[in-house]
């Protein structure tokens, strides 16, 4: 009877194997391996051999640091970037607006300029006018004689 050759040896080498080959250890995998035997059987074995992985515990505070540290330095990498990228784009802006101060102060100027002259223009205009009327009176008071 074949049932007989279902041992705990047998199902640890085919477990192990399976393990090495990155497979997971089930009862149907390792019938089919086996090629034979009862699913209770090989159930009490994989249990068995279950027990006998390693098993690592880890508390709360060693979950958080193996899990925080990798995700604080991405997150820190994202930042530095960000910070770079948003730095060089201030220094572009600040340039910017050096230079529509600058042209400001240009426009400004010519302005201030453009107003002297129009009130120089205005001041000469009512002369003209003041001595327009002047003719004006003079010429009536020669129509009139």
């Given at each position: 009877m074949k049932e ?106 010519l302005c201030e ?28 008071i020669l129509d009139?004689?």
């Amino acid at each position: 009877m074949k049932e007989s050759k279902v041992n705990y040896e047998n199902i640890k080498t085919i477990c192990d194997k399976l393990v090495a080959e990155g497979q997971k250890p089930t009862v149907a995998v390792i019938r089919q391996q086996l090629g034979f035997g009862s699913y209770t059987t090989i159930t009490e074995h994989l249990r068995q051999w279950n027990k006998t992985l390693l098993v690592v515990e880890l508390t709360e505070d060693e979950i958080a640091r193996e899990i925080k540290l990798p995700i604080k330095n991405l997150f820190q990498k994202k930042v530095d970037h960000y910070y770079k990228e948003y730095q060089f784009k201030i220094i572009v802006l600040n340039n910017q607006l050096e230079e529509a101060y600058a042209e400001k102060i240009q426009a400004d100027i010519l302005c201030e300029a453009q107003a002297d002259e129009i009130e120089k223009l205005s001041a000469g205009n009512l002369a003209l006018r003041a001595e327009v009327d002047a003719l004006k009176a003079s010429l009536a008071i020669l129509d009139g004689k």
